[in-house]
């Protein structure tokens, strides 16, 4: 059975989980709009893609794809699904076909997170090369991803990153969804994870509904109701 009630679909990023999202989900609930945040494997750009695709499937009825930070990227890829009615990027990376992470942040001056990565190697099963880990320097993390998030609960993040496999970094995305599905982007002004003016360009480029937050990085914990506004402005254009 089909419904013309759109899914929110909340896809985290990179040294994050689903529970990023854990102050918007119950705004969207509360309007009685349907929510799933799978938590993303953060293993490659392509794979991930992939995974969040087959959710999107399996959901009846439109989708509106949200991504935060990297899961900008994955909605980028993922969001050419045919059930993707709209994608909404938070502080997000809107990559163009053929780009890669690396070279949409190569275009500018590095962020405080560069200095503050960890890379450590993690067995790949049927390899004899390892992988390569990527999360942010615990005693670093509430001050580059969090400032404006409650302190104790930035700490707790930075215990419980979710680390993102380097290989992801460099995969080029093989479609651009915006280029055909409407589309906002929150900027996180204030952010010292990714330079502002990567979110700015790449919102930019895709001709998206921008809005701008001072915020750290993780403005769906720091500013849940201005990110829960942009998501409901993508819904009822859905529903229009």
Do not use: C
């Not at 935060?68 to 990227?73: E, I, V």
């Not at 560069?114 to 999360?135: I, K, N, Q, R, Y």
């Not at 380097?166 to 906002?184: D, R």
């Amino acid at each position: 059975m089909t419904t013309s009630t759109p899914t929110v679909v909340l896809v985290h990023g990179a040294f994050a989980d689903a529970s990023s999202f854990a102050r918007v989900v119950p705004e969207l609930l509360a309007d009685g709009i349907q929510v799933l945040a799978p938590a993303v494997p953060n293993r490659s750009l392509l794979g991930d893609a992939a995974y969040i695709a087959s959710i999107v499937r399996r959901i009846p009825g439109p989708v509106v794809l949200v991504g935060h930070s990297y899961g900008g990227a994955v909605i980028t890829v993922a969001g050419a699904e045919d059930n993707v009615q709209a994608l909404v990027y938070l502080a997000g990376y809107a990559l163009e076909e053929g780009e890669s992470l690396g070279e949409l942040q190569g275009r500018f001056p590095d962020s405080d997170l560069a200095s503050a990565l960890v890379f450590t190697p993690f067995p790949v099963e049927g390899s004899d090369e390892p992988g390569t880990d990527v999360t942010v320097d615990i005693d670093k993390f509430p001050a580059i991803f969090a400032a404006d998030v409650d302190p104790d609960l930035a700490r707790t993040l930075a215990v419980s990153q979710r680390p993102l496999a380097g290989a992801a970094f460099a995969e080029a995305a093989p479609v651009a969804a915006w280029k055909t599905k409407p589309s906002w982007g929150l900027v996180s002004s204030s952010d010292h994870t990714i330079n502002p003016d990567v979110e700015r360009f790449g919102y930019e480029r895709a001709g998206m509904t921008t809005v701008e937050v001072d915020s750290s990085h993780l403005v769906m914990l720091a500013h849940p109701k201005e990110v829960a506004d942009l998501i409901r402005e993508a819904v009822r254009s859905v529903g229009a």
